[in-house]
């Protein structure tokens, strides 16, 4: 019996040495994670690499988790992660806890927001939300028009944010996928113009119709731009009148009457 124990006792040693072992094969890298800031408002980047299946992934920010963390790219081995964090004044300590199959791994990072940081321009812009706060939460939760907020946020500097255009064209896109129709044209810009992202026209185009056919003026008038220089889409001026037609704004109606004269 106690050569049995003894056995056991080893073989739970074992396990216990593996699993601490093998989370050193867990690599947390982080990206662009300032010393000190200014803003209120950050958003964190990090990548993780593992040689075993990821569990669980837990940010941790003065000892309290943060709710909802962006996944850029997840394929449960290989991820790239974001996270908005609202920082305190003084030190704030950020720690990433990843956990795998076989282990755990924690890397952190302090980050010192300076007294003077009420020197922000927060430029307010977060609709019908109480505040940034409740905004982000909604964001993160999935409501469409929160995220749409959020990803003008990133792209114009707003709410305290800094500008961040990959950002801004990652939550236009969540936004975009929950059928907002002001999101598809502006995630259609964001692959047209390579805003953030890599440019890509047929994916453009595409989320471009989506929201003329939901009557955003600002698609249909780009769409409208496009079937009449063929930019990404075949030329075809019909269309183009078409969507001109339907389209209330006064660059429209005079993109229609310019072709009109040109047909007489």
């Not at 001026?237 to 429209?252: D, G, M, N, T, V």
Request: glycine content about 6%; charged content about 25%.
């Amino acid at each position: 019996m106690k050569q049995f124990l003894l056995v056991f006792i080893l073989i739970l040693t074992a396990i216990s040495m593996f699993a601490q072992n093998d989370a050193k094969d867990i690599v947390i890298e982080w990206s662009s994670v300032p010393e000190q800031t200014h803003d209120s408002y950050i958003t964190i980047k990090w990548g993780i690499k593992s040689k075993s299946q990821i569990t669980d992934i837990a940010v941790v920010q003065n000892g309290v988790s943060v709710k909802g963390i962006n996944a850029v790219v997840n394929d449960g081995y290989d991820m790239r992660k974001t996270q908005v964090l609202k920082l305190l004044e003084g030190d704030n300590k950020i720690e990433i806890v990843v956990t795998c199959v076989t282990g755990t791994a924690k890397s952190s990072r302090n980050i010192v927001l300076v007294s003077d940081n009420n020197n922000n321009n927060f430029n307010d812009d977060f609709g019908n939300y109480e505040n940034i706060d409740s905004m982000i939460i909604a964001a993160y939760r999935g409501e469409e028009e929160a995220q749409y907020l959020l990803a003008r946020s990133y792209l114009y500097g707003k709410n305290g944010l800094a500008i961040d255009l990959f950002e801004s064209s990652l939550w236009f896109k969540k936004s975009a996928e929950h059928n907002y129709s002001q999101s598809q044209f502006e995630y259609s810009v964001a692959l047209m113009e390579g805003r953030g992202i890599r440019k890509n026209k047929e994916a453009a185009i595409y989320w471009l119709k989506l929201s003329a056919e939901k009557n955003c003026a600002e698609a249909q008038l780009m769409l409208g731009l496009c079937y009449e220089k063929g930019d990404g889409i075949p030329q075809n001026i019909e269309k183009a009148k078409e969507l001109y037609r339907k389209c209330p704004l006064a660059e429209a109606k005079q993109c229609l009457s310019a072709l009109e004269k040109q047909n007489k």
